[in-house]
């Protein structure tokens, strides 16, 4: 709990210290210029925010965020010059427009991947620039002029040292909401779908919707960054909201850090500050006008990803150990727990395999396969390298749909291909190669697991309402981690832990589900002998429990020692199951798989 007080301390004394910085700043002796410059800063650093959000955590690449900024800019600009409307009607049109495109833009472009993604929203960033630029209402490429000023009451914000103080509240707000976020539910959720869509959908993450409301709230964060700018500038064209703008934002994210929310504020000083002394030096150096700064940016961009993936925030984090980034919960309190399942009775089929059957093109990989497994029992899964195992293991898992046969668990049979549904009706797995998010601690990996069984949306998450949940789901996560003996790493980073102790993380992060069936993909590989023989006990522990277990392993010491029984497979073919001792003398498996063993 000290150290849970620690952080929380700290995240507020950030904000308090800067909150407090930033309100003096107006009252000193400071030119007009650098007001300016700082009301830019706050108003890029909102845009950037929200990158942080979709291509930090979500792992969203997006280049049209700054047809966002002049969706919120054009439809206060409009309905105030036109109507009469006032500016704070301007800002909720504007928010509600800008959330109907990006459900419309977002539906078509969330469902692309790689190289695609990128590109679409890059497409429909120039549409919209486009759009601005050839609309009569909006003045074409002129645009608009004559915005009035944000009113408080009867005070206008009609200088730059006023509206300063408004643009800077609304980015610390903002700033500390995201940081909420990202240290909750729905944040683990995106992470994860950064890492890997099948690790997400393991944990019953639907990975269309999380990246939706991503994409939506970024959008959101950009048309309030668009309406600041309508009315300090008092006027607006395309100009600001080309791909070019986009791209500067996305620098913005980048050079601060795309891992912190406070470093999207110093990535949009440091780029607009070096922007600003580039365009005034260089042309000095070279002689000539142009727009030299962008080299001096690809320059300084390459030198961050090769030395400083976490960009400036980073490079100070690393200078002051003291917690950087994202607040995270450490403790939880001893007080409400999370809902288990009903438990299953012992000897109760759990899962039920019949004749599932897997092509790929003209190659059968599992062939009619069929077998059981029971509450309370270990059933290993073994066969030579490309039996199917890994194959059959992802059929059950709901990552691969079957072409024949069925699936069924509980007596109810399971949807094709519907990981995230498969992971809801309890069932949890490990993956051959450790999938986890190496930056986020032990104990943030372990609590995604438990993500099918909490509720926190992104609303309750932003305002800090889930504290109760969240405490339950990190008291359980603390019990996962004490029981597969990794309660001194919890704080540590993923990616720092030995190969061995990640694979043990996954089985925590796993039973974190509360599963019914838990699918362990060699578990084994990479733990050393004393540690093999931790994971049988806890595996016993499990078995005792009346947990059923499916394992695929290639460590014939321990799954003969473990199992109650074992299905072969010999290129995707069934050809021998039974207990261990069976298996053992059985002539096709020993020609097979265990005689080549040796």
Not at 223 to 238: E, K, Y
Not at 502 to 507: K, N, S, V, W, Y
Request: glycine share 12%; charged share 15%.
């Amino acid at each position: 709990m000290i150290e849970l007080v620690r952080r929380l301390a700290m995240g507020r004394g950030r904000a308090l210290a800067l909150a407090c910085v930033l309100l003096a700043i107006p009252l000193l002796p400071v030119s007009e210029f650098w007001i300016t410059v700082g009301n830019f800063i706050g108003i890029s650093a909102l845009t950037a925010l929200g990158l942080v959000l979709l291509t930090g955590a979500a792992g969203i690449t997006s280049f049209g965020q700054a047809a966002f900024v002049g969706l919120g800019a054009y439809t206060t600009a409009y309905l105030t010059i036109a109507y009469g409307v006032s500016p704070w009607l301007g800002l909720m049109a504007g928010l509600a427009i800008t959330a109907v495109a990006a459900v419309v833009l977002g539906l078509l472009t969330m469902r692309l991947s790689g190289h695609f993604l990128p590109l679409g929203t890059l497409a429909w960033g120039l549409a919209l620039y486009f759009l601005f630029g050839n609309l009569e209402a909006l003045g074409k490429y002129d645009g608009l002029i004559g915005i009035p000023p944000i009113y408080l009451g009867t005070v206008p914000l009609d200088t730059g040292r006023k509206v300063f103080w408004l643009i800077w509240a609304i980015v610390l707000v903002s700033t500390m909401l995201l940081e909420n976020l990202l240290a909750s539910r729905p944040g683990r959720a995106l992470r994860a779908l950064k890492q890997s869509e099948a690790l997400a959908g393991s944990m019953g993450v639907d990975a269309g919707r999380e990246k939706l409301k991503a994409f939506i709230v970024a959008a959101l964060l950009a048309s309030v960054a668009g309406w600041l700018f309508a009315h300090m500038q008092r006027t607006v064209n395309p100009t600001p909201f080309s791909a070019t703008a986009s791209i500067e934002y996305l620098l913005m994210s980048v050079i601060g850090g795309l891992g912190s929310v406070w470093g999207a504020l110093l990535g949009a000083g440091a780029v607009l500050l070096l922007k600003d002394l580039l365009q005034r030096l260089l042309p000095l150096l070279s002689g000539e006008v142009g727009t030299y700064e962008v080299i001096a940016f690809g320059v300084t961009l390459i030198l961050l990803l090769q030395y400083s993936s976490q960009g400036l925030w980073g490079v100070i984090a690393r200078a002051i150990p003291s917690g950087l980034g994202f607040a995270v919960t450490t403790k939880g309190s001893a007080g409400e727990q999370l809902a288990e399942r009903p438990k299953v009775a012992r000897n109760t089929t759990v899962l039920s395999v019949e004749a599932v059957r897997k092509t790929f093109g003209g190659l059968i990989a599992v062939n009619d396969v069929s077998f059981d497994v029971k509450a309370g029992e270990i059933v290993g899964l073994i066969g030579p390298n490309g039996a199917g195992k890994s194959t059959l293991f992802n059929l059950v898992s709901g990552a691969l749909s079957p072409v024949g046969g069925s699936v069924e668990l509980l007596g109810n049979r399971t949807r094709s291909g519907a990981a995230r549904s498969i992971a809801r009706l309890g069932v949890a797995r490990s993956f051959q190669h450790v999938k986890m998010d190496p930056d986020m601690t032990v104990l943030a990996n372990v609590s995604l697991g438990a993500h099918s069984r909490s509720h926190c949306g992104y609303i309750s998450a932003m305002l800090g309402l889930n504290k109760r949940e969240e405490n339950a789901v990190v008291d359980d996560a603390w019990r996962q981690l004490k029981l597969l003996g990794l309660s001194d790493c919890g704080l540590r980073p993923g990616g720092s832990l030995a190969l061995g102790q990640q694979r043990l993380m996954e089985i925590s992060r796993a039973l974190a589900l509360d599963p019914v069936l838990l699918l362990l993909d060699e578990p084994a590989a990479g733990l050393r002998h004393a540690e093999k023989m931790e994971l049988r006990q806890v595996l016993d522990q499990l078995r005792s429990r009346g947990l059923a277990i499916l394992l695929v392993e290639h460590d014939m010491e321990l799954v003969m020692g473990l199992a109650d029984r074992l299905v072969v497979l010999d290129f995707g073919t069934k050809i021998a199951e039974g207990r261990p001792n069976e298996i053992r003398q059985n002539a096709r498996v020993l020609e097979a798989y265990l005689g080549s063993a040796g």
